[in-house]
Nanobody, 127 residues
Framework: QVQLIESGGGLVQAGGSLRLSCTTSRRTNSNYTMGWFRQAPGKEREFVAAISWSGGNTTYADSMKGRFTVSRDNAKGTVYLQMGSLKPQDTAEYYC????????????????????WGQGTQVTVSS
């Protein structure tokens, strides 16, 4: 089973940018849809973005469209979340997740559709 390790979180001022990385425990060009989620204190985990195993299909939560970009490098076994125009309300623990799929058209956007999760990386946006 693939294991996921997130990195790249930190403290940033509003309007700034961060790039999160999610590295798998082994190189993967196999059929995993990868997703990013976040969870703020006292709130439920919410969907941020997802990308199909080839990278050819992506989907975003409405509030992230135009500000966040998800991408992946299967040769490196890494998925990225480039975040821009950050707002204080983006403050949360960010998690990546993986789920095997048989179709490159498939991108999952729900928490319960993912089987493998990382430990998370904290993003704090100051006003």
């Amino acid at each position: 089973q693939v294991q996921l390790i997130e990195s790249g979180g930190g403290l940033v001022q509003a309007g700034g940018s961060l790039r999160l990385s999610c590295t798998t425990s082994r190189r993967t060009n196999s059929n995993y849809t990868m997703g990013w989620f976040r969870q703020a204190p006292g709130k439920e985990r919410e969907f941020v973005a997802a990308i199909s195993w080839s990278g050819g299909n992506t989907t975003y939560a409405d509030s992230m469209k135009g500000r966040f970009t998800v991408s992946r490098d299967n040769a490196k076994g890494t998925v990225y979340l480039q975040m821009g125009s950050l707002k204080p309300q983006d403050t949360a623990e960010y998690y990546c997740a993986a789920q095997a799929t048989y179709s490159d058209a498939t991108v999952y956007a729900k928490v319960d559709e993912y089987y493998v999760w990382g430990q998370g990386t904290q993003v704090t946006v100051s006003s």
